[in-house]
């Protein structure tokens, strides 16, 4: 059963600096080709793609929002995907959450919502704030 699990999350000033963590089991990065996908949802808020990248072509996505401030990247070894996020602002408050597909062979990242992910894990919570 593959599993997903985001941590990494807590409280940061304006313009600080986190690494998200989705760690993933019940498949293996080096195995299969794969798209891991960043979602948030801030309060009162719907839940948008931050954030994807794709092992199959090594392509990444980013929101407007984010772009030039959040990188994703894998570590094969830890069967782990990151979420770099820097110069932080307040309106990134959100819980944020990993999803992924496996068995991926459709090039980049297809711009699909959260609910067709095949797996999607449980959030960790940012806030930014002073």
């Known amino acids: 059963e593959v599993q997903l699990q985001a941590s990494g999350g807590g409280l940061v000033q304006p313009g600080g600096s986190l690494r998200l963590s989705c760690a993933a089991s019940g498949f293996t990065f080096d195995d299969y080709d794969y798209v891991i996908g960043w979602f948030r949802q801030a309060p009162g808020k719907g839940r948008e793609r931050v954030s994807c990248?794709?092992?199959?072509?090594?392509?990444?996505y980013y929101a407007d929002s984010v772009k030039g401030r959040f990188t994703s990247f894998s570590d094969n070894a830890k069967n782990t995907v990151f979420l770099q996020m820097t110069s932080l602002k307040p309106e990134d408050t959100a819980v944020y959450y990993c999803?992924?597909?496996?068995?991926?062979?459709?090039?980049?990242?297809?711009?699909?919502?959260?609910?067709?992910?095949?797996?999607r894990g449980q959030g960790t919570l940012v806030t930014v704030s002073s």
């Open positions: 990248m794709s092992s199959s072509d090594r392509s990444a």
């Open positions: 999803a992924a597909i496996t068995y991926y062979s459709g090039g980049s990242c297809p711009p699909i919502k959260w609910n067709e992910y095949d797996y």
